[in-house]
């Protein structure tokens, strides 16, 4: 928007102030006439010029700080991020074979390494990216703070995610056709899997109702054990552990019982790990 001011007067030098009072003069416009110029077209005209401004500038920021080539690996310029063989495939079939699993930090993506070893073809299957950074929430900032985000900046450049695209009918473009989110059983986990799909929620909301795009591994908060280490029981809650032994408090005080809690994913041996790839 630029206007023209006659004879303006400012406040200093700098003249970054009017120091004039100007009156309010206006024309009006028919509102039948605003309605009809914005469902010409120009609102969605606007809408993606906008977003691709935006994502065109922040990819130049993002460039110039990811020239340390020490920093980051050579996968896409990404950090710690292991790429499943299929992502990087030529063909969009091949690419959407693969799921794409983030992690909570270095020590749960090592936890989601192991689990994979277990299951056939892991590496052109799987790929991993452990979250070492702060994801901010989507929903109560604006676009810009949103996509500036290094860790969102680097998510969207990893699933290969495309700004007002609508995946409903199909996945064309995406690098994986499926996400895991493999974090922790405690608040921090549950609190990291709500920023991931608050993300979705105000940019891509087709992919969460598609049903079939985005998925949690639940790793056992508790796990009950007999003296023997017979697996009893696993309880993804603290309250649903508290309930169920409120209810059971007799086998526990007989010794017959034994619980093992687990704050982190790490925390799991090889075996329980592998059982909950399994799953």
Request: glycine residues 8%.
């Amino acid at each position: 928007l630029t206007c023209f001011i006659g004879n303006a007067m400012y406040d200093g030098q700098t003249k970054d102030r009017l120091k004039m009072t100007i009156k309010d003069e206006y024309v009006p416009i028919p509102t039948k006439k605003v309605q009809t110029f914005m469902n010409s077209g120009f609102r969605e005209l606007v809408e993606s010029n906008y977003f691709n401004i935006l994502k065109n500038n922040i990819d130049k920021i993002h460039a110039k700080k990811n020239t340390n080539g020490s920093t980051y690996s050579s996968r896409g310029g990404v950090k710690n991020y292991e790429p499943a063989e299929y992502s990087k495939s030529k063909s969009q079939q091949t690419k959407l074979k693969a799921t794409l699993i983030i992690t909570e930090g270095n020590s749960a993506n090592g936890t989601a390494v192991k689990g994979l070893r277990k299951v056939p073809d892991s590496g052109k299957l799987f790929g991993t990216w452990p979250l070492t950074g702060k994801i901010i929430n989507a929903i109560k900032e604006s676009t810009g703070r949103v996509i500036s985000n290094k860790v969102i900046y680097n998510f969207i450049k990893v699933l290969g995610l495309e700004f007002d695209r609508d995946y409903t009918k199909d996945l064309s473009g995406l690098n994986y056709g499926r996400l895991f989110i493999f974090t922790d059983a405690d608040e921090d986990g549950v609190h990291i899997r709500g920023l991931v799909f608050a993300l979705f929620r105000k940019f891509w909301p087709s992919l969460l109702k598609r049903g079939d795009y985005i998925f949690s591994i639940r790793s056992p908060y508790v796990r009950i054990y007999t003296k023997r280490k017979e697996l009893v029981r696993e309880f993804y809650s603290i309250g649903h552990y508290k309930n169920w032994r409120s209810l059971n408090q007799e086998s526990f005080i007989g010794g017959k019982y034994t619980t093992d809690f687990y704050k982190g994913i790490g925390s799991n041996d090889d075996k329980e790990i592998f059982s909950i790839f399994m799953k």
